[in-house]
């Protein structure tokens, strides 16, 4: 198993610009779950999944959206992106709530 | 909401034990999980407790919990320059899949 993947590694958008972050896991995961993580604190929750076709807010929604057509799959869009979203963004998945095996991450730079 | 919090910062020298604290709020969370962040990759799970357990020991790792003082520890047996990295308590926020994060503890293993 390739366990849970990110891509980009690495990106820097402009202001305004839009990109979207993909997450793909091959466990059969249920729960997926998309943070951010600020230099210096801990993670956030964006938006999580509890399976394809459900999703719903975490704490720090505002800004982003998400998708969840398959159960492999959990792309976060980024719209209109803004320095405060400059970031490192970690997607996690696992097969019950008690469990998150997390990918790893993607940095983000808002110039 | 729940909060967790940590200290930010802890030196020891190879060979010592390491502890790590942490405290959360929620006296009805379920679990509560110990993570490891080295630079620039994701975060690995290194172990959890269950909140019916006290005591969970793991090779080098042995994990305390106080429930009366909502208090998680993480113990590391003679640490290594490897363990140096950051380590995140979190809580499983109850009744929801949500995780909540501590903001994270620097260990520095000096040898």
């Known amino acids: 198993n390739a366990g849970v993947t990110q891509t980009p590694k690495f990106r820097i958008l402009k202001i305004g610009q839009s990109m979207t972050l993909q997450c793909a896991q091959d466990?059969?995961?249920?729960?997926m779950y998309w943070y951010r993580q600020d230099p210096g604190m801990g993670l956030k929750l964006i938006y999580y999944s509890v399976g394809a076709g459900i999703t719903d807010k975490g704490e720090v929604p505002n800004g982003y959206n998400v998708s969840r057509s398959t159960t492999e799959d959990f792309p976060l869009r980024l719209e209109l992106a803004a320095p405060s979203q400059t970031s490192v963004y970690f997607c996690?998945?696992?097969?019950?709530?008690?469990?998150?095996?997390f990918g790893p991450g993607t940095r983000l730079t808002v110039l | 909401g729940e909060d967790v919090e940590q200290s930010l910062f802890l030196s020891v020298r190879e060979g010592d034990s390491s502890v790590i604290n942490c405290t959360y709020t929620?006296?009805?969370?379920?679990?509560l999980y110990w993570y490891k962040q080295e630079p620039g990759a994701g975060l690995q799970l290194l172990t959890y407790i269950f909140s019916n357990m006290d005591m969970k020991q793991d090779q080098r790792l042995t994990v305390l919990l106080n429930k009366k003082d909502k208090h998680l520890s993480l113990r590391i047996a003679d640490t290594q320059t490897g363990d140096s990295a950051i380590y995140f308590c979190?809580?499983?926020?109850?009744?929801?899949?949500?995780?909540?994060f501590g903001t994270g503890t620097r260990l520095l293993v000096s040898p």
């Open positions: 466990m059969n995961h249920n729960y």
């Open positions: 979190a809580v499983l926020n109850t009744g929801f899949q949500k995780l909540v």
């Open positions: 996690a998945s696992g097969r019950e709530r008690s469990e998150q095996f």
């Open positions: 929620d006296s009805s969370s379920t679990y």
